[in-house]
């Protein structure tokens, strides 16, 4: 009885092992690259341009960087959420910008507004390859 118990207990360990491993393959991220333009609605035609990459989860959390072409900074964390094909995210620590969107064929199009309540119009094409992590 006692062999048998303890061959079920291994049974079981592997079975503990071999669960998590088959769940991060299912798990895997996925990153995009983008070029981005924001476009002031009441104000200066001259768009505000910069670089994106987004990592985003199976479970929607989007996560990633933006890099403004002017160099104000080298690098502006971003966050967010997607679900289906809808997509929202804050570009800055304390959401200097609060973009509301849609993707379709890979182009995210919508709306942004700054902390002063600016409106812009968002466009972010797909610059690179989709990558897994």
């Not at 491993?21 to 768009?47: F, I, K, N, R």
């Not at 080298?74 to 995210?89: A, C, K, L, Q, S």
Request: net charge neutral; charged share 15%; glycine share 12%.
């Amino acid at each position: 009885m006692k062999k048998l118990f303890l061959a079920a207990a291994a049974f079981v360990g592997l079975l503990t092992l071999a669960a998590p491993a088959a769940g991060v393959a299912a798990s895997a991220s996925t990153t995009q690259h983008y070029s981005t333009s924001m476009t002031a609605l009441y104000g200066s035609p001259a768009p505000y341009t910069g670089s994106l990459e987004l990592t985003v989860d199976p479970s929607g959390i989007v996560r990633g960087y933006y890099f403004p072409a002017d160099m104000s900074s080298m690098y502006v964390p971003v966050v967010g959420g997607e679900t289906g094909d809808r997509i929202w995210f804050d570009i800055g620590n304390t959401g200097i910008v609060h973009i509301d969107g849609r993707v379709k064929n890979g182009v995210i199009v919508g709306t942004a507004f700054d902390r002063s309540n600016g409106q812009f119009s968002f466009v972010a094409n797909p610059a690179g390859e989709r990558t897994s992590r």
